[in-house]
T-cell receptor, first 113, second 119 residues
Framework: AQSVTQPDIHITVSEGASLELRCNYS??????LFWYVQSPGQGLQLLLK??????LVQGIKGFEAEFKRSQSSFNLRKPSVHWSDAAEYFC???????????FGAGTRLTVKP | GAVVSQHPSWVICKSGTSVKIECRSL??????MFWYRQFPKQSLMLMAT?????????EQGVEKDKFLINHASLTLSTLTVTSAHPEDSSFYIC???????????????FGNGTRLTVT
């Protein structure tokens, strides 16, 4: 079964600074990878997804992520963070042979003014 | 886009009572829905997979008699927390995948969650 790890529990960046959130996955074949964002007391909103093709994917709100098979990673990036980006971010991995999806522990992003 | 509606958004109940949470896919059919539990500042813990027209599949350690799941139609799944106790207080989130868009690479669409507080 697939699994995913988010090494950073909490990250603080200054507004306007760049951001990178790390995600590592484990799966024997090509995974389906997703990043979700969760605001306090809310459900999860899809930021972007990857399952084939160009390894650099663009998402909503100015986010992008790059799939690196050699590193089993799918890190999320944003060139300039806005205060409204403060939230919890979850990386998730799905698989082609099952309907399951596994979530990382999440990374809480704090944005300093 | 695909929308999943979850109701209620929050509920307070007394210990020993039962609470029902509804999860609806509004513009697509969902043969499968997922129920998660989320503890404060933690990730989502998959509780069970709800299958339309058949029994739910529960994750290890989740009490099926405690958390009753019914998936009576292609657009509705319900989670009933029976004989609730304070330790059941949590944030419960449902999700569904629009398989009409493809296979398992379709993203999950989430409800906004239900905050359950048992007093």
């Amino acid at each position: 079964a697939q699994s995913v790890t988010q090494p950073d529990i909490h990250i603080t960046v200054s507004e306007g600074a760049s951001l990178e959130l790390r995600c590592n996955y484990s799966y024997g074949a090509t995974p389906y990878l997703f990043w979700y964002v969760q605001s306090p007391g809310q459900g999860l909103q899809l930021l972007l997804k990857y399952f084939s093709g160009d390894t650099l994917v663009q998402g909503i709100k100015g986010f992008e992520a790059e799939f690196k098979r050699s590193q089993s990673s799918f890190n999320l990036r944003k060139p300039s963070v806005h205060w409204s980006d403060a939230a919890e971010y979850f990386c998730a991995v799905g698989a082609m042979d099952n309907n399951d999806m596994r979530f990382g522990a999440g990374t809480r992003l704090t944005v300093k003014p | 886009g695909a929308v999943v509606s979850q109701h209620p958004s929050w509920v307070i109940c007394k210990s020993g009572t039962s609470v029902k949470i509804e999860c609806r896919s509004l513009d697509f059919q969902a043969t499968t829905m997922f129920w998660y539990r989320q503890f404060p500042k933690q990730s989502l813990m998959l509780m069970a997979t709800s299958n339309e027209g058949s029994k739910a599949t529960y994750e290890q350690g989740v009490e099926k008699d405690k958390f009753l799941i019914n998936h009576a139609s292609l657009t509705l799944s319900t989670l009933t927390v029976t004989s609730a106790h304070p330790e059941d207080s949590s944030f419960y989130i449902c999700s569904a995948r629009d398989l009409g868009m493809g296979h398992y690479n379709s993203p999950l669409h989430f409800g906004n969650g239900t905050r359950l507080t048992v007093t």
